[in-house]
């Protein structure tokens, strides 16, 4: 007779094999009905990122998902829909994370702005224009002395006049003419042609920046190469670049002075364009004031005519305070032909010389008035209007700058056939989705899958 063991064990083994053999295909089986599922879930939300909105991107190189589809409604069902469409049924999404173009003030859209920028520039050439940021601070310096100073001299001379119970002659007073330019529409002295000027206005209660917005989920990690000075370039070089303003407007926009609105948020072109002025009208002031301070030769001409009106009123004393007070008035004056060269198209010197100063003092008397007919010099190596908006953004928030941009490609967009419900805080930049499925009985999955503009 024959023994059987060997035959036992080989039988045990080959069922330990079989059973092994049935998990690993079982257990590939499940593997390959996940990736499928994975690979299902990337295909549809990738699809649904390419339905990125077609107006925002060339109008404003821009990527973003309208949310709203045309319904006026945000809601990530309608998101679940469409990746639906694109083959993703039999899943239940869940929304991680999900970002809007407006989160952070703005934040996701000055990233894409910095982003298309740095591809069209390059770093080397804003490097060029940080040596600016230098001297706008010191013109900022310069514009704080100035108003200081003017403030200071117009209250003692006026103590002064007061306790001598007189008052400076109005005949070949410039501090009168600039007085009453001061208290003018500062638009009609500087505009050569105020007639001109755009009468558009818009209510700003429904804006971006005014209204109550849709928040996004989570937080994305934000970008460190969209930080810092360098960055802060780049994105005052998109806004220069896709908004008008003053000198080159967008006349169809439904405003032509988007950058001044972009600085300063008011409901008017003219109340805009007029608060830019005062500013600029500021920072030339203090920067002429401190060239009036080293030219001999023009501080003569005003100690002449300090002498003169003291000497009127019978207090010479006042000579010293005078002069200063047409100094302050001077370099005013010399701001006004500054700003008409800058709304002209014209370059204005950041650092004025003996060549690049406009207004005689003779002239500060006619300023403004109907003898005034002259017209601001170009001055060759100096900026232009474009370039004196960007030292007025590195005065301003620029969370606060960013969210009016967005103001302004809201309204535009609205204008686009069909987009009439469009509104910028349904644009999605960047969705994390947690998808939950059953493979089959008994096994469910969950995983999640990111996609972004970059």
């Known amino acids: 007779m024959k023994r059987g063991e060997m035959t036992a064990f080989i039988s045990l083994v080959f069922v330990l094999l079989v059973g092994l053999i049935g998990a690993v295909i079982e257990s590939a089986s499940v ?20 339905e990125y909105h077609r107006e925002l991107l060339a109008e404003y190189d821009i990527f ?40 952070d003030d ?39 002395f100035y108003e200081e100073q003017g403030s200071d001299i117009s209250q003692e001379l006026d103590s002064k006049l007061q ?20 208290k003018s529409n500062l638009l009609q002295v500087v505009i050569s042609n105020p007639e001109q000027l755009s ?5 700003l209660g429904g804006l971006p920046s005014h209204r109550n917005l849709q928040k996004g989920i989570g937080r994305f990690p934000t970008k ?73 030769g023009k501080q003569a001409e005003a100690e002449t005519l300090a002498v ?29 032909m500054d700003i008409r060269a800058l709304l002209d198209g014209k370059r204005v010197a950041l650092i004025k010389t003996h060549d690049t100063w406009q207004l005689q003092l003779s002239g ?13 010099m170009d001055a060759e190596g100096g900026l232009r209007y474009k370039e004196y908006l960007m030292f007025l953004f590195f005065l301003k928030s620029e969370q606060v700058c960013t969210m009016r941009a967005l103001d302004l490609i809201e309204m535009e967009m609205k204008k686009k056939p069909g987009e009439e419900t469009f509104q910028v805080d349904h644009c999605v930049t960047k969705l994390q989705v947690k998808s939950k499925c059953k493979i089959r009985r008994g096994v469910n999955y969950q995983f999640s899958t990111y996609f972004g503009y970059e």
């Open 31 to 50: 593997q390959t009905a996940k990736n499928y599922r994975r690979a299902d879930m990337d295909r549809a939300l990738q699809s649904v990122f390419a």
């Open 64 to 103: 973003g998902i309208e949310a709203g589809y045309e319904t006026g409604t945000f809601s990530f069902e309608n998101i679940v829909n469409r990746l639906e469409f694109y083959e993703a049924a039999g899943m239940t999404q869940e929304p991680e994370k999900l970002q809007l173009l407006t989160d």
């Open 106 to 144: 703005g934040q996701p859209f000055k990233e894409q702005a910095v982003k298309y920028m740095k591809s069209r520039m390059g770093v080397d050439l804003v490097e060029e224009l940080t040596g600016n940021c230098a001297v706008w601070e010191e013109q900022s310096q310069q514009s704080g």
């Open 163 to 182: 306790e001598g119970e007189s008052e400076l002659p109005s005949e070949n007073n410039p501090l009168e003419n600039i007085s009453n330019i001061k």
């Open 199 to 203: 009468q558009k206005q818009i209510s």
């Open 224 to 296: 460190s190469d969209a930080q810092g000075k360098i960055s802060s370039l780049f994105f005052c070089q998109y806004l220069l670049e896709h908004f008008g303003n003053a000198v080159d407007q967008k006349k169809e926009n439904t405003l032509s002075y988007e950058m001044e609105y972009i600085l300063e948020g008011k409901e008017s072109d003219q109340q805009n364009l007029e608060a830019v002025v005062k500013k600029l009208l500021l920072m030339r002031s203090g920067a002429n004031y401190l060239y009036l301070l080293t030219d001999a």
């Open 308 to 336: 003169s009106l003291s000497t009127a009123i019978a207090l010479p004393v006042l000579t010293g305070l005078v002069k200063q007070a047409i100094l302050v008035a001077w370099a005013f004056g010399e701001a006004v």
């Open 364 to 376: 500060l008397l006619k300023l403004g008035t109907a003898e005034d007919q002259k017209e601001g």
